[in-house]
């Protein structure tokens, strides 16, 4: 893995809420950028109205632009996740996706809430940045 996680003492742990403080990339390793990822089937329409469900296909549609690149999940070093009209019970299935994904090893993650996204029926969103090995 070409990139380290680092939750330093003196920091609470980060880990059950889904992410980690910080992380290294050393010198000359190749970064994929994936751009903001939402809730959508292969035809771009929304696949649920439901904020969990949008959540779960959200990550796996990372999952798929990695792919691309012959890389997965276990490469990402940094999350921006967009929440519209956020509030404390959408952690559970943020924070739910993202332990399926990453484990205990999660990404650095920042969450933004937003009065709105591209369109009125997508309620979250993610951008991500992996790191080639």
């Known amino acids: 893995m070409a990139h380290t996680m680092v939750n330093p003492d003196g920091l609470h742990d980060p880990v059950p809420f889904g992410y980690s403080h910080t992380a290294t990339v050393p010198a000359g390793t190749e970064l994929v950028l994936v751009a903001g990822q939402y809730g959508s089937g292969p035809d771009g329409a929304v696949v649920s109205a439901d904020f969990a469900e949008q959540v779960q296909q959200t990550f796996h549609n990372i999952g798929v632009a990695l792919a ?3 890389l997965d999940l276990s490469h990402v070093v ?3 996740t967009y929440v519209v009209n956020h509030d404390v019970t ?3 299935p943020i924070t739910g996706a993202v332990q399926k994904g990453w484990g205990t090893k999660p990404p650095t ?3 933004i809430g937003v ?3 591209a369109t009125p029926d997508v309620l979250f969103e993610v951008e991500a940045l992996a790191a080639r090995p």
């Open 68 to 70: 691309a690149h012959g």
């Open 78 to 80: 940094q999350l921006r």
């Open 90 to 92: 959408k952690l559970g």
């Open 109 to 111: 993650q920042t969450l």
């Open 115 to 117: 009065a709105s996204l």
